[in-house]
């Protein structure tokens, strides 16, 4: 059989969609690093400083916390499965793509699910939450931290405060969040967390950073039955992880050392800047697209800073204007999803892409597409209007 | 709070253990390849290309065949939480390590499940499988082709009969099995096989390729219910990297540039010289094992090439031999798993890894550890018999 095999060669990207956001590039030189061995001391080294450096991140003291061997998904379904047995209730808020997730995954786990819903756009409110919390006792609140799908930040404190005062788990999604924005896992009483590897740590997708707190860790320690995954069994690769290293599974070498040296770089940049440069330039891409005469679509006190959905003006088709920025540019972005397809792009500015050039090349390469396509965009005014957040920041 | 964050240095390592394998030199190189979105087209071209690759590796027609994110075990839990529903019957074939993990993940499936036992070492009798189909319906028969723990090849033309005539589907797992010595998925009538990319395919850990046929993908049609894991839900991952290009995860687009690369070099080599380097450093490493007066661990006539368990000398510590060869000598092997715990090393020729300088390396550091450990080892008789097999060897 003919079997199609030319040489590896791949068009350079300016990777500016929901992810995975382009590689730092002393994370792309930590993969061209030789294998070891996944039981070698030098390896069980290795996995205790990314536990420490993940802790750092989480902002957690959890002890169970380290990155699964599968993608942000597979975080999510780790931390349903091992938390739920089925006919358990959870409450599910859903406000994007990936609420609905948590709800199909949920269900699979033969979890009892009810849903809070909110329009996709805007943050969960917490009012909605207390009344849904009435029905009864849930097991699990689970809420999308960063909504990926619409580039809305949610508040979780107050919902914190709600969900344990009725006894129940938090399970938050972090996977857009972590790197990007806080995520203080301890201080806001957070009991299971994912996220991924390729968002706001600048690694390459594969691994899934998760932590969960000494509650999570004692109701799967009481569970009735064996979790359903064995993949995914907490308690297993805890172990692997843990003191006994008792062979599980092949931990992914080379995307340790990649997460590895991603979570390096962010501890050496610290959470306080790494926040502030995040925000900056969101707020330059923000100020751009409005001087442009576009919209942000999610509302403006909820906005996530490193995902920014810009409304597609009308009469002009998403798909032929992203196929141009990939072509003509070698930008990708992101389109809408579910409830949001054709009506947005969705532009990531994470971790070592959320920088000024990105933000004024994406500008101008949009103004010359829409001019292009007959909108009347006033040239030069988003590139101005940029340029000024930054003069008039202190950062 | 203090973060030990020093610089990724890596010691070398030799590895001959069980897996991860070495990388060929070729995949390390293509890891350092900056990423691509994973739906962007080129990537979605690449990903057609590994998919026809891993169909030639398989030697199957099959559509359905791609490469999962996760490790073999995710693999191996792909393939049984899609076949089975809860209540159906599997009949597994159990003579070593992950024969008992294929019966701990079909039980999480609600399946209900039947063994057929044989000794560790020994490979599996037809009479005794056709025996257990005696006993009423399978949905599944599930054995190990290629049996880690053991080093035992399984051969499966017989029991793949056998299966059939009782209308079960042939479940196989190939982890070690791809790359090295023939899988021939169409030729043998295999309905679902899962592999990984760290053993004879000489990529990092962390992918898991998986082909069904027709027959399984008819079966996961007609499911009454959802398969349980979302992650590994093959419907699903079929339409991500199939026609609609649904989104479902994100790929570990670093992980398939690796797996490329790797089947190509397989591919350029082609089965028949593959599969003879694999056989004959085997034997140069047999004969060297015999020539020191120790011994293979597995049957003869069931020997697998890529992984060899040489039982370690009455009054050795396995561990601490172990553990010389790697500090001394930066060789990994494998230790005994479950029954073979204290008793054996494993040691793998696989892929790159299969070659004439770690026979003879791993020979003379042998040699010396059990010399020095007051073994009687007739010094230099190993790498003769090694080289003598190279000698009268026409490849």
Redesign the interface.
């Known amino acids: 059989?003919s079997?199609?095999?030319?040489e590896?060669n791949?068009?350079?990207?300016v990777?500016l969609?929901p992810?995975?956001s382009?590689?730092h590039p002393r994370v792309?030189?930590?993969?061209?690093?030789?294998?070891?061995?996944?039981l070698?001391?030098?390896f069980l080294d290795?996995m205790?400083?990314v536990k420490?450096?993940l802790?750092?991140a989480f902002q957690t003291q959890n002890r169970l916390t380290f990155p699964l061997?599968?993608?942000?998904?597979?975080g999510m379904?780790a931390c349903l499965c091992n938390l739920l047995e089925p006919g358990e209730r959870i409450l599910v808020c859903v406000n994007g793509y990936f609420g609905n997730?948590i709800v199909?995954?949920a269900?699979?786990?033969g979890a009892e699910v009810m849903r809070v819903d909110r329009e996709w756009g805007k943050a969960i409110d917490p009012g909605s939450v207390a009344e849904a919390l009435k029905t009864g006792p849930f097991k699990v609140v689970a809420i999308v931290h960063a909504e990926t799908s619409t580039g809305v930040l949610q508040p979780l404190e107050e919902i914190s405060h709600l969900t344990h005062e009725s006894g129940a788990l938090l399970l938050v999604d972090a996977v857009t969040s972590l790197g990007g924005v806080p995520v203080k896992v301890d201080e806001w009483s957070i009991d299971a967390v994912y996220s991924?590897s390729?968002k706001c740590l600048s690694a390459?997708?594969?691994m899934a950073p998760v932590s969960f707190s000494e509650a999570a860790v004692e109701t799967i320690r009481q569970r009735k039955r064996?979790?359903?995954?064995?993949?995914?069994d907490m308690t297993l690769i805890d172990q692997y992880y843990g003191t006994t290293r008792a062979?599980?599974?092949?931990?992914?070498?080379?995307?340790v050392?990649?997460l590895?040296?991603g979570?390096?770089v962010a501890?050496e940049e610290g959470h306080d800047l790494r926040a502030a440069r995040h925000r900056l330039n969101h707020l330059a891409l923000a100020a751009g697209v409005e001087a442009m005469g576009l919209a942000l679509h999610s509302e403006k006190e909820h906005r996530l800073w490193m995902l920014n959905t810009v409304t597609v003006p009308e009469g002009v088709d998403d798909v032929d204007l992203r196929k141009s920025l990939?072509q003509d540019y070698g930008i990708?972005v992101g389109g809408g999803?579910g409830d949001l397809k054709g009506k947005v792009l969705r532009v990531g500015l994470m971790g070592y892409g959320s920088n000024r050039r990105n933000v004024l090349l994406f500008l101008s390469a949009l103004e010359a597409l829409l001019s292009q396509r007959g909108c009347k965009i006033n040239r030069g005014a988003a590139a101005a209007a940029a340029t000024g957040v930054y003069t008039s920041s202190s950062v």
Do not use: N
Request: with cysteine; hydrophobic share 35%; net charge negative.
């Open positions: 059989m079997v199609p095999c030319d590896l791949v068009p350079p990207r990777l969609g992810g995975p382009e590689m792309l030189r930590s993969l061209a690093t030789p294998l070891l061995g996944h070698d001391p030098a290795l205790e400083r420490e450096l802790r750092w061997s599968g993608t942000g998904t597979a379904e997730r199909d995954i269900e699979r786990c991924g390729q390459p997708p594969g064996k979790v359903q995954s064995f993949y995914l062979y599980h599974h092949t931990a992914p070498i080379s995307m050392y990649a590895y040296e979570l390096r501890h990939l990708e999803l």
